[in-house]
């Protein structure tokens, strides 16, 4: 099954009863399949005139107490971070899909991972975040799914699922098993209605700066217990690791195939995956640096996650990087190669 | 003494920021009046814009969402499609539903969305302090028009309702006003005809308002209603624009 | 053992489907595969390919940077990618289309006139399952006979038809090899 349609899947097993998208690659075969099932489960619809109007119909569908979904690609998320933003000014759960391609611009369908910043930093205006999972493989896919919408109804906010066009894109065997019916959630912010209540308003214009500022900490006090519970990683051959790799998403995919010849050639090197890239797994690097010096991060980018990790390390090791931008997709042994050469550096320099 | 007015029940009991002549306020108590006529304060669900009217949740007693400039047709198609059974409807202006959010409101009346807009046309940005908007009349001076429209820089003014009559999906479009006392019972009815089309299922409706902004059009409360009269209603004529049976 | 193929060749040769079927049959016989298609504007008329890995242990990467098999349909795809093949790796080209003269010296090369062969069985059409029957037999990445027997599940429902049509084809590639 393709990355989309088993993400299409996972969505509907997760009880998401509404998707609005709009037509963009390489996220396509999402919006798809997600027509095809949802007609056939009775479910919402719609393909929208554009993205923003999507995440606006999210908007509406969470605040009327749906569990709602919406799905782009790079150009097309810069749209929706108007409404991200308001989702998480109004506390409102709701899952948004990014495929990232190539930018800036138009850019290229080919997979990048050149929006870490703007997925990781809240990505529309003000003070806010959104938790941003980073699934690394199809099945994958099928565990951080559901996962995100439990986290958007617990939190009350937009988590994001940040994938790449080779995510959406490749097919691999992939089971359902473990998605559980959804939780249910009390929701006491829906607009349904005021029947038998006072009447309730979700709103982010707060005209009292004193209310604004305590609207504010609020949140901020959110994003912080969302820092202590929420990080999600994995490791890979770390135990015995001289050189640690930080990759996340299909990067890491492509740092796995490099670190199993390194390995051969028995050049210890371990590898991070952040599977939540925000919030960062920081603690885990701040471990690892008692015994490790040398760190490596890879991206299929210019350099936007190794700011996360120069935070994280805060001064402590050696900070190697390799990133190509959006474009060309790196290979195995062009890693292998690299991180090779970085790592013998390395162990010359300690000799020394 | 015989008690000829009161406070629509749905109505809170809270001072209107509205400016003095301002057609809002009219057009906020209208709007609770039907409701509490027709029953439906625990079925409305109101949608409220970015703009002059982005306050009324703070007087409407329903439940009220605030949405993103523009985006409030988008949003009440969300909630409808998930609770088909409410009373949705967004309030939105000329700024909010003609230019920014053109597309979210063309494309709910293409698609026929059985949600009601409330379109209130003063001709100005009035929220940010009387900038042009897509209803600014040819000529008429504003902050960014300080030598008058000029529709070879600016553009001609909107009309909505017969942009939107061309759509399918529209059910019920009417253009009324609120500047006098016949006027403001017109404007009434069309809103709870408006409303009655969304019960019944009939697809889109909207109800364009022009209303008195004197502040911004630098006018005393009397001389804008008269102006609404002379000079607004030759570019917006009144009346029922489409009803579909 | 881990291999990688590449499929190439013109949109609308059916390359996409060779590897899918490939991907498909290796999934079926209970091995780790992963399937990597080029999408977009890239399939629309022009060149298309898509990678299949097939392993025995969990797959690292769906990339491939030098895969043990290139199939070729046309000459544009085997100029581009005899380059990636790794050295002693098998090169399956369409000889219908594609001339090997520039060939490296490092490497097998197979052809198999499909154009030909699938004319025999009276459409053009099958001419990728004649290549992926070919390239079964010369590299052994999945049973053919375990293949054979799922052929129905991996064409799909409606297809019933086919069935007959694309099971000659894969025997035809294959038994074109063995002689």
């Known amino acids: ?62 605040v009327a107490g749906a569990r709602a979904m919406t799905s782009s690609s790079s150009p097309g998320m810069s749209l929706k971070q108007e409404g991200i933003s308001y989702l998480a000014a109004d506390e409102l759960p709701a899952v948004v899909v990014d495929m990232v391609r190539g930018g800036p611009g138009m850019g290229n369908i080919s997979p990048a991972q050149s929006d870490y910043l703007q997925a990781t930093r809240g990505g529309g205006h003000g003070d806010y975040k959104t938790i941003v999972l980073a699934p ?78 305590e609207h504010n900490w609020k949140l901020v006090r959110k994003y912080q217990r969302m820092e202590q519970n929420e990080v999600r990683y994995e490791t890979f051959l770390t135990d015995d690791a001289e050189m640690v790799v930080i990759a996340y998403g299909i990067g890491a995919r492509i740092v796995k195939g490099a670190i199993k010849r390194l390995r051969q050639e028995n050049m210890k090197v371990g590898m991070v995956r952040p599977i939540t890239v925000w919030p960062f797994p920081a603690a885990i690097l701040q471990e690892l640096a008692k015994t490790v010096h040398d760190f490596f991060v890879f991206e299929m980018s ?51 | 003494m015989k008690k000829v007015y009161t406070r629509p029940k749905t109505m809170k009991e809270a001072h209107f920021h509205y400016c003095p ?30 703009g002059c009217g982005m306050l009324v949740y703070n007087y409407f007693d329903i439940d009220t969402l605030e949405s993103a400039h523009g985006r409030g047709a988008a949003v009440a198609t969300g909630i409808k499609r998930v609770r088909p059974g409410n009373l949705v409807f967004s309030y939105q202006g000329d700024g909010d539903l003609a230019a920014i959010g053109t597309a979210e409101g063309f494309h709910a009346a293409n698609r026929g969305e059985p949600i ?40 001609h003014p909107v009309r909505i309702c017969e942009v939107f009559s061309m759509l399918d999906g529209t059910a019920y ?62 570019q917006f004529p009144l009346g029922v624009v489409k009803e579909v049976s | 053992m881990t291999t990688k193929t590449i499929f190439s060749g013109f949109g609308g040769q059916g390359v996409l489907s060779m590897g899918f079927t490939l991907a498909n049959a290796a999934m079926l016989e209970g091995r780790y595969v992963t399937y990597l298609p080029s999408y977009g504007v890239e399939v629309r008329g022009g060149t298309a390919n898509c990678t299949v890995v097939v392993s025995d242990e969990e797959i690292a990467s769906p990339v491939a940077s030098e895969p043990e098999f290139v199939v070729a349909m046309n000459q544009p795809s085997f100029n581009r990618f005899q380059n ?25 090369v197979l052809s198999i006139p499909t154009s030909e062969l699938a004319e025999k069985l009276g459409t053009i059409k099958v001419a990728n399952m004649i290549m992926l029957g070919s390239l079964i037999r010369a590299s052994n990445i999945i049973s053919f006979d375990a293949m054979i027997k799922n052929l129905a599940e991996l064409l799909g429902e409606g297809k019933s038809k086919l069935i007959k049509l694309n099971k000659e084809a894969l025997e035809t590639g294959f038994t074109y090899v063995k002689e």
């Not at chain 1, 990087?321 to 970085?342: A, D, Q």
């Not at chain 3, 399956?92 to 001339?99: D, F, I, K, R």
């Open chain 3, 84 to 108: 990636i093949l790794q050295s002693g790796g098998l090169m399956c080209v369409n000889a219908s289309l594609v001339n090997t003269a520039s060939v490296r010296s490092d490497i097998e």
């Open chain 2, 21 to 50: 002549g301002c057609g809002h306020g009219i057009i906020n108590r209208l709007l609770m009046e039907v409701i509490d006529e027709m029953g439906l304060r625990e079925s409305a669900i109101c949608v409220a814009p970015a």
């Open chain 2, 116 to 155: 009601t807009v409330i379109f209130v046309n003063n001709g100005v940005y009035g929220m940010t302090g009387g900038q042009m908007a897509p209803t600014t009349l040819t000529e008429q001076v504003t902050t960014t028009t300080p030598n008058g429209r000029n529709p070879i820089l600016a553009g």
């Open chain 1, 1 to 62: 099954m393709s990355g989309n349609a088993a993400l299409g899947e996972a969505a509907v097993l997760s009880g998401c009863t509404c998707y609005f998208g709009y037509p963009i690659t390489p996220q396509n075969e999402l919006t798809e399949y997600m027509a095809k099932r949802m007609g056939e489960l009775g479910r919402v619809f719609i393909q929208s005139e554009s993205e923003i109007a999507a995440i606006n119909m999210v908007l509406g569908a969470s």
């Open chain 2, 173 to 234: 479009l009417e253009r009324v006003t609120v500047n006098k006392p016949a006027a403001v019972i017109k404007a009434k009815k069309a809103i709870k005809k408006a409303f009655q089309c969304q019960l019944d299922g009939k697809g889109f409706s909207l109800v364009e308002i022009l209303s008195p902004c004197p502040t911004n059009w630098k006018m005393g409360p009397v001389e804008a209603c008269r102006w609404i009269d002379e000079v607004m209603t030759k």
């Open chain 1, 136 to 213: 690394g493989s199809v099945q994958e896919l099928t565990e951080v799914v559901p996962l995100a919408f439990d986290l958007a109804d617990q939190y009350r906010n937009p988590v994001v699922i940040l994938g790449d066009g080779m995510l959406g894109q490749m097919m691999e065997p992939v089971s359902f098993d473990n998605i559980k019916p959804p939780k249910q959630y009390t929701k006491d912010y829906t607009l349904t209605g005021a029947k038998g209540r006072p009447s309730r308003m979700v709103r982010s214009l707060l005209f009292d700066t004193k209310e604004e500022e």
């Open chain 1, 302 to 352: 210019a350099g936007q996650m190794i700011e996360d990790v120069k935070l994280a390390l805060a001064g402590k090791g050696r900070i190697h990087f390799y990133g190509r931008p959006g474009g060309i997709i790196p290979t195995p042994v062009e890693l292998y190669r690299i991180i090779g050469r970085h790592y013998y550096m390395a162990a010359r320099r300690k000799e020394q």
